[in-house]
């Protein structure tokens, strides 16, 4: 059995933290004892866990990435693509020069990116521009509107064969005459959403999300499978608005298109976009991929993978600036760690300090000409000393520079200072702001290991993978460590601290974001923000003490808003009962929020995840119909009237209640993510939605039940999650029983090429969804499936297997290699299995999935005689969805529930959104059970 010390240090950490919060619940009180050991846990846990990592010399590594290529292009122009003979900037698989920038021959006129015209019989490769909101502008693409036809070959002759598009997504054949097509019959109509018929233009689709290639849907002829054009409709402006618009991309040379009253002419397609005087274009390389579905199959064709983007701009000499937004990083070698000075192990990529020749993949042609001499790398016996550094290597005569940097996995000595200081700190300030109050001592001690775990995930997650900027990781999540905490301490039940106490909380959050910007670099606007707020709000309370103790005439306290907004409101009828009952309004606005957003093609996120605003509301609004359930109840001694209408209006005040629930929770948690295919997100929250409301519906303190009818308002709410459940397996099921027949039906061996090539048809038209199905029902029998993602998910599971396996982990940043398929997911989906199970082993995520556990039950407990109090009902329902997505999510890493892409809160350490959510949601417990009245004594 593999044992490492960081997971016997984690378990015992999480373990003693909830021993810790359920004795404070017990006790009524925290004591001077258990607020000392909640400042230290914290920061134990980090210490402990970097120096066993350093102790196993698990930093020290060198890495080399390209910042930029600066060009002067009016000699030679700046190119991107497969080349490395001549390209600057080289992504393999990539034709040659696929996106070029230039000077026009017009005097005074600025840099012009151009992509080249994709040649027959290849993969088709295009640039794209980013304009507006994530709207992508295909170069190359033409707008084709109802009227328009094309012809692919031939088109001069007597009998061209032409398709005239209608508006409605058909290619109908006809024949060119007397200037017009004359259609003979309609074509198969493509895949198309245009959802909102109120709002013309309104889309779902996007160019990435689906392309229609012309070959599915022209009459099989020669012409018609060689060609290689395809139809899209663009994404629009904004959230999709003018995006039901189609264009066409028809690289064939011969083809021809005749306007609505016009005359046939060649294709003419922009394939140039002038680069702008300020700020940077976007340029995206993308490749077309098509589904080879069979004829008859519903659904989009094809899309458009990403494969570069790029940031194009001009400096100050008007050179262009090309930055990569994915890093191109490789790893020089290894130096002597922070301290042991092995000789064994200086710089492995090189024999001596100056041999070290750059080399990066990504570099070709002039590029890599310019960057060619050795790196000023530190001797061995000192590289353990460096840090970073930036070198810009080609000369300017050359018209060729490259903007390099060189820095090496440290041992992040400002973890330690800010964690042992900030535990100092804390202890002080919390036995003044907290005192007695177990509730918001605990959830602050929570979120304070949850945000150690998350210090200790970015440092795990930039070892492991080089396209990461440990820097980065670093700041943002050690500023947070430190400043999300302080933020909730400033708005503490108990402000009336001395007035030094704020003053010290406000430059104690200043002086660790001024001391990580200069270790590492300076943190997201997101996590500004969160120090901004933390400061703000010290700032304010420190103010509010000063005019406290100067005397009540000066100590005058500010109005709200709520003051303000009262009189403006609208009176009588609806609005009265919406003022009286607030939980109607949040209910309904996340409905057309969430309904606004599918509308507009938004599955997940917007600019931060949907479910960052959407969950929150779901809540606030549950709370208050849970509480407003509690006050409406019916005397239980309520006799059966003896006439049927009466009846009626006696079930129906006890049923109306707990049914209105679970519709609402269905429609909310189950229909309306389904409806853009969000079954992550029905799967990890309805669970914990539906078990609050159910208890809390089943055992309602304020008008108590008699037992017998308990079942009877918790049912509702348990039949809606348990029919999900039931329902989503018999699909699953049934799914893979009808693709299977198929599969084996037409697999018979003595088939020929024909019928086979239409079994690797039907197996590609599996989506992500029902694979990951399949995999969860019957994963033995997904080796009948040749599509390439069930094989992707098979690697994964042999993957997750492997992360998941230690009872106690590998060690602390002594997790397994990430493979091709678990790379870009480390951080998100498989979070909890590559850096949590992995590092620490499963009996760890145990202890960690048992203090929330520990933490929502002692909440319930110390604020039991608040009942259905809404503001307690928001808080205990915040903490069990915090607690059941954690579980659900590694339960699925763990491969014992059907998978769902979503992360463990808290942990995703390269994620705002992730921050922000998990946030929300503390900050709902927070404010929603910290200024309750707490039960004493048991």
Known sequence: MSVSASGIVFTGVFLAAALLIWGAAKAGRVGPGRLLLGAVLPALLLAACLVIALG??????????????????TGQPLRLGGDPERDDIVTEGLQAGLLTVETPETADARPRLRATAPPPGRPVQLVAVERGFKRLEVLGSIPIRGGDAICLSECEGEGARWYRFDASGRLDPGELEHGQVEVHGHGRAMPRRAVLRLIPGLVF??????????????????????????????????????????????????????????????????????????????????????????????????????????????????????????????????????????AARILTARAAASSTVVSLPSLGGAAAAAAEGALPL???????????????RGEPADGRTVQLKIERLAFPWIALVVALAWALLSWRLQARLLGERSVAWSLVFALQLLLGVRVLVGLSGAAVDVTLAPDRLLADSLTAYVAAPALFLAFSPRGAAPWPAWGGLALFVAAVLAGVMQAAQRPTAFVLALVALAVAAAAFQLVANLRAAAGPATGTRLGGLGVRLPPLWPRGGLWERLRAEPWMALLALAVLLRLGLALAGVKER????????????????????????????????????????????????????????????????????????DTGYALTTLLPLAAVGAWRLGVLSDSPLPPRRRWAWS?????????????????????????????????????DDRAALAILGTAAGI?????????????????????????????????????????????????????AIVAPVHLSD???????????????????????????????????ARGSDPRRLAGLLALSVLFGVAAYVILANLQLVLFTGRNVYLMAAASGSDLLEGLTLFALAFFGLAGLREARNG
């Not at 196993?56 to 292009?73: C, I």
């Not at 994404?235 to 021809?256: C, T």
């Not at 959407?614 to 809540?619: A, E, R, S």
């Not at 459940?725 to 049934?734: D, K, M, N, R």
Request: charge should be positive; include cysteine.
């Open 715 to 751: 049912a509702p709410a348990a039949a809606v999650a348990a029919a999900f459940l039931a329902v989503f397996l018999i699909g699953a099921v049934s799914n893979w029983s009808l693709s299977a027949a198929s599969i084996h039906a037409a697999g018979d061996p003595s088939v």
């Open 606 to 677: 917007l600019f931060i995840a949907v479910s960052a605003v959407y969950t929150p509301l779901l809540i606030l609004g549950f709370a208050g119909m849970i509480a407003a359930a509690a006050r409406a109840l019916p005397p239980p001694d309520e006799p059966l009237p003896p006439r049927l209408q009466d009846r009626l209006g006696w079930a129906a005040r006890r049923w109306a209640w707990p049914g209105g629930f679970a519709l609402l929770l269905f429609v909310t948690a189950v229909l309306l993510p389904m409806f853009v295919s």
């Open 830 to 864: 498989n979070v909890s299995a590559v850096h949590l199970m992995s590092d620490f082993g499963r009996v760890s995520a145990a202890a960690y999935l048992a203090l929330l556990a520990v933490l929502t039950a002692a909440c319930a407990r110390l604020t039991r």
């Open 205 to 342: 689709w996007t160019p990435t999300q689906a392309i229609q290639p012309l070959r599915d849907f022209l009459p099989p002829s020669p012409q018609a499978r060689a060609q290689q054009g395809f139809l899209f409709q663009d994404g629009g402006v904004g959230l999709g608005l003018g995006g039901a618009r189609w264009r066409l991309v028809l690289p064939d040379r011969e083809a021809r298109i005749l306007r609505r009253g016009g005359a046939p002419e060649p294709l003419r397609p922009d394939l140039t976009v002038d680069l702008p005087a300020r700020g940077e274009l976007k340029a995206v390389l993308l490749e077309a991929r098509f589904y080879d579905l069979p004829a008859d199959a519903p659904g989009r064709r094809g899309r458009l993978v990403e494969r570069r983007s790029a940031r194009l701009g001009l400096d100050d000499q008007d050179w262009v600036v090309a930055r990569l937004d994915t890093p191109a990083t490789t790893v020089l070698g290894t130096c002597p760690g922070n301290g042991d000075m092995n």
């Open 767 to 819: 989506d992500d969804n029902r694979a990951r199905l399949l995999q969860f029902v019957a994963p033995e029998r997904l080796t009948a499936v040749g599509a390439a993602s069930t094989e992707n998910l098979r690697v994964l599971a042999a993957h997750l297997s492997d992360y998941t396996s230690p009872p106690l982990g590998r060690g602390y940043m002594r997790n397994a290699p990430l493979g």
């Open 378 to 392: 530190p001797d061995p016996g000192a590289c353990a000393e460096f840090t970073r550094g930036a070198l810009e």
């Open 56 to 73: 196993q010399a698990r930093f020290g590594e060198f890495r080399l990435t390209l910042n930029a290529v600066k060009a002067d292009v």
